[in-house]
């Protein structure tokens, strides 16, 4: 239990429940509270790690979990699978009006959640990727500080300030604990963290260009929409003039005033293509109302009325067609309807005289011309507001919650300016917005992570193979060690240290080696008054005596195919296969006479001799004993001879 740990806990606990706190006072805002309450819940989830109650710590992890991946699939899945307005009608029984943004966490605090509690649910182990998953963690906190200072997001994608700092607060927390951990694992870490760690940091840069990207086309494809609703107001208005401009020449070859039914039958299919004209009116040269449709009753009270008094503002656009037979429009005015409109006065030429007789009168109720264009688009993707630069003409409200963005399209409505602003909704643009920036992202940290996996994996093979191929080396060392040691001793077992001969024990081996060949001789060597060589000079010398002696006897006997070895003390014997008693006695003649004449002396200058007995088996089977006992007794009676000879001994 750290206690360094415990703290940064507990810090991070009262900095998310003071979050929590401030969001739950805040006006508006009680729905974002979810960004705060899972971050207490994880600092729960680690306090409970810290105080060694990992299946608690497992438990309350998961059940985080649990809330922060659906939150997370909201941001990833694709509008034609779960549209964003089934996502909303999943939370609006919650809260009335809410939406998803209200409900889940922003982005950048979602995946956080998800590296710390993957951190703990890996048990904190390097080797299954928890310093990655924890430097992930670090880098999307970074990201948050960056996106909080430059936040041009359609949403907020970042914790606040002191959700960030709860983060920070349970990052250093984990890191605290478990860090010292991961010494034993230094070189895997080496190699794989700094790759994980460039890939993350690739993957979020990538993300955020992305994101600002699709953004941006976003506002421009609404921002479009916007300017395509402007222009269709300016064209309907000059289609409306050019209808009406028909509809006054239509009277020009008509010498009287029209009759009440024939204006109402020509004035009613216009009225009917252009429904916000309040009234269609014919008015004579002294400015009375002489004919109107439609012929309701506000506009049956206007017949009569002299207009250059009634209606001051509307004057000189009407002597403008009175009296110079041109067009004439007033400018956004008052109407007597009790609304602001613009009226388009247009002259009624005598034909031969091309003076003018009267005018026709449209009288554009500007709100209903506005809510004409407005019934253009879906109230729930927008709302619109049609102004002048001091004064608003129309509203139409959306019928769910506006974005902070803002379109202006300027309109040019017969040389006024109006000013169309449209707000796209929250709901239309989320819907629009595409989830590959988030999908890039999520893919690109999980391969950070596998990254990290596989390197570390491959770090800690390479380090076992190492472990392993030295031990190898070792283990083949100590084989050869053990062999040479183990031919050392077989060696010594069957050879005799002084003179390198084989001893006695190997000499038998070899002669039942030989046991079958006939004829087979033996020779039984002693050195003739040894113990005065070594009393004069000493057993060292005696030893060099054996060993000259011994040389010479393995050179002679071995070069007819023999065996020549150490019988014991001064005695030697040899074997020689196919050998019959004549020919051993050449070869014993011939080893006797070398010795006889290499520079081996007594104390008084006399040649070192050697006498040899000599018995030779020509059939049957191998009688060791026997063959030993007549060798030995012709050995003695060489001896008995006057020594320094070669006796055969006597056949069976
Ligand atoms: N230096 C040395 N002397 C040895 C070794 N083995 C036996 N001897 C000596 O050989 C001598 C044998 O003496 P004896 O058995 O009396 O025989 P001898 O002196 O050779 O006389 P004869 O055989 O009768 O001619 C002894 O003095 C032993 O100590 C050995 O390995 N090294």
């Not at 080797?127 to 430059?150: D, K, R």
Request: proline share 5%.
């Amino acid at each position: 239990m750290s206690r360094p740990a415990i703290n940064l806990n507990l810090l991070a606990l009262l900095l998310a429940l003071l979050a929590s706190l401030l969001d739950w006072t805040a006006p508006g805002t009680v729905l974002s509270l979810t960004g705060s309450l899972p971050i207490v819940a994880t600092a729960l989830c680690q306090l409970a790690w810290h105080h060694r109650r990992p299946a608690l710590a497992r438990g309350t992890g998961l059940a985080v979990l649990m809330v922060l991946i659906p939150a997370l699939a909201s941001f990833l899945i694709p509008e034609y699978w779960i549209s964003h307005s089934a996502w909303n009608r999943q939370v609006e029984g919650w809260t009335a009006g809410s939406l998803i943004v209200d409900w889940r966490p922003p982005l950048l605090v979602i995946l956080c959640l998800i590296m710390l509690i993957a951190s703990l649910l890996v048990r904190t182990r390097a080797n299954l990727g928890a310093p990655q998953l924890l430097a992930m963690t670090a880098i999307l906190l970074v990201m948050q500080g960056v996106e909080t200072w430059h936040a041009t997001n359609l949403l907020s994608l970042t914790g606040s300030a002191l959700e960030q700092a709860a983060l920070w607060s349970l990052l250093a927390a984990q890191l605290s604990g478990v860090a010292v951990n991961w010494r034993g694992h230094l070189p895997g870490l080496k190699r794989a963290l700094p790759a994980g760690v460039l890939l993350a940091c690739l993957t979020l840069l990538f993300w955020h260009q992305q994101k600002t990207l699709v953004e941006g086309n976003l506002h421009a494809e609404t921002q479009a929409q916007s300017q395509r609703l402007a222009e269709s107001l300016s064209l309907e208005i000059r289609d409306h003039l050019q209808a009406m401009q028909r509809f006054a020449n239509s009277w020009q070859l008509q010498d009287t005033l029209p009759t009440g039914g024939q204006w109402a039958a020509q004035a009613a299919p216009y009225h009917q293509d252009f429904q916000y004209f309040l009234n269609i009116a014919f008015i004579d040269t002294d400015s009375r109302i002489r004919r109107v449709h439609p012929a309701n009753a506000t506009n049956q009270r206007l017949l009569g009325r002299r207009l250059f008094d009634e209606q001051p503002a509307g004057r000189s656009a009407l002597e403008e067609a009175l009296s110079n037979g041109e067009m004439g429009r007033t400018g956004i005015i008052d109407l007597l309807q009790g609304e602001p409109g613009i009226i388009h006065y247009l002259p009624v030429l005598d034909d031969d005289s091309q003076r003018p007789r009267g005018a026709v009168g449209m009288v554009v109720s500007l709100p209903a011309l506005a809510d004409t264009l407005f019934r253009q688009t879906n109230p729930s993707h927008f709302g619109l507001t049609l102004m002048t630069p001091d004064r608003t003409l129309a509203e139409r409200q959306a019928t769910s919650r506006l974005a902070t963005w803002q379109h202006r399209s300027a309109i040019d409505l017969d040389g006024l300016s109006l000013t169309l602003t449209s707000r796209p909704t929250l709901s239309l643009l989320l819907s629009r917005l595409s989830r590959q920036p988030v999908v890039s992202l999520t893919i690109g940290l999980l391969l950070a992570y596998l990254l990290f996996m596989v390197l570390f994996a491959h770090q800690h093979m390479d380090t076992q193979q190492r472990l392993m191929r030295r031990s190898n080396r070792e283990l083949r060392h100590e084989v050869r060690s053990r062999t040479r040691l183990q031919k050392e001793v077989e060696w010594l077992a069957s050879h005799d240290d002084l003179t390198k001969l084989p001893n006695r024990r190997q000499f038998m081996w070899d002669l039942e080696r030989h046991g079958q060949t006939r004829p087979l001789s033996l020779l039984i060597c002693d050195i003739d008054h040894f113990k005065q060589v070594n009393d004069a000079f000493g057993h060292l010398q005696g030893d060099r005596y054996l060993k000259s002696i011994g040389e010479l006897g393995r050179d002679i006997i071995e070069s007819v195919d023999g065996v020549f070895a150490r019988y014991g003390g001064e005695e030697f014997i040899a074997c020689l296969p196919g050998h019959d008693a004549i020919m051993a006695r050449d070869i014993a003649e011939r080893l006797r006479v070398a010795i006889q004449q290499i520079d081996l002396r007594h104390a008084d200058g006399s040649p070192l001799t050697i006498s040899i007995g000599i018995t030779t088996q020509v059939g049957g089977d191998l009688q060791t004993d026997t063959l030993l006992q007549a060798a030995d007794e012709a050995l003695y009676a060489a001896k008995a001879g006057g020594r320094n000879r070669v006796i055969i001994a006597p056949p069976p």
